[in-house]
């Protein structure tokens, strides 16, 4: 076979964990190569954060993920740490800010990251290809990809091609494929961090409601989350309703405590008892925008002046206002989700290298594996991680 470029290692992906990778094993010497089919690298740390780059948090620890082995990240969480990718921004000069909740973000822009790992490569004698087409990928005693650009011959693949979500801006499933012709397990693979659809019924009630936010208590499964919800013109968004998403299946009922500290059943008698005439949305709107309220009375309770209900009356819409039940009728899928819940079964790998127990010289690295990280920084500290752990030894 002619042209067939020779390289220790091979990376699909030149996201987050894919260029981590290759910056840690070009410093160890070793010639690789990154593949991607995109226009440029780094894409999605471009969007991510709004365009600042939630890049870590400092409080990341193996319960900010979601994998079915939740002890597999460990490892290259503690050998690799938000800690250390400080150090490299600030090695490059490169400017950060801690917001809520330990989250650190550039202070610039997240392009800032991106030219970063650029040099870092560059430093490290990383070749990277873009506009490079996948056609092919087999083992023999090495690995060939055949490729639009020629046919690469390695020891190492490392597939860093990421998750489902965002395909306008490159995802793809090849990973996943890749795995499962290496005769790979990968589990269910789902989109999370994402909105909810309203069913059609919420939707003619709540639709309107589009634009407000309020910050509320969600629970699903046991879970729960603190923070912003918004409702959109499709259903619930916000922190608080994407961190839930992740742990919600179809069918499931959301509950929403939406005036979370607050005594409103206290609040409720001490009206009644002092005979006011107010009505129930509007004392309900001295809490949350008078819009909500007078919506969510119109279609959970009836609203009349406070001294009209008895206290059992006043005790259910209590309870009610601290757990309102919402059933999703779906999630806005992949096309809006931050990231791909499940992926390679952390069975088949390694949590030291990240490499293969089937395949030898096969490694995943990143979002692709299934670990997946709450919204808060922790997803690309995995991708930190899991390539530097992986640049070690492939
Ligand atoms: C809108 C949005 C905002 C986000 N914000 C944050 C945030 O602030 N903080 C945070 O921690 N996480 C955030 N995330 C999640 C985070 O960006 C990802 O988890 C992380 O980038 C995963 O890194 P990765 O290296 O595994 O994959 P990616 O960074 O996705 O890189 C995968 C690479 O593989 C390439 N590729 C895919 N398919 C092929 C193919 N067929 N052939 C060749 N190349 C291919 C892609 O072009 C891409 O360059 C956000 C995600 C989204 C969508």
Redesign the pocket.
Known sequence: MKNIIKKDVII?????????CAIECGKRGRSVIV????KK?????H????G??????INTSYTNYLSNNPHFCKSALSRFTPEDFVALLEKHGVKYEEREHG?L?CAGS?EDIIRMLEKECNGAGVNIMLN???LSVKKEEQFMVSTNHGVFESESLVI????L??PR???????YRIAKEFGLNVTELKPA?VPFVFSQKDLKLFGELSGISIEAVIKCSKIEFRGNILFTHRGLSGPAILQISSYWKEGDTIVIDLLPEIDIYGILIARQLGKSKIDMHNVLSEFLPLRLAKIWCASNIQSKPVNQYNEKELKAIAHLVHNWEIKPDSTEDFK????TLGGIDTDELSSKTMGSGKVKGLYF?????DVT?Q?????????WA??FVAGQYV
């Open positions: 699909i992906g030149a996201g987050a964990s894919g260029m981590m593949l991607d089919h995109a690298i780094g894409e999605k740390i969007i991510s954060g709004g600042s780059c939630n890049f870590t948090n989250e973000f997240s490079c087409h996948i860093a091609t990421g998750g979500s965002y801006i490159g995802a793809s499933g090849i990973g961090l809006t989700a931050e990231v690295t990143g979002e692709v594996i990280g919204l808060g920084g922790f997803n690309l500290q995995w991708a899991s390539g």
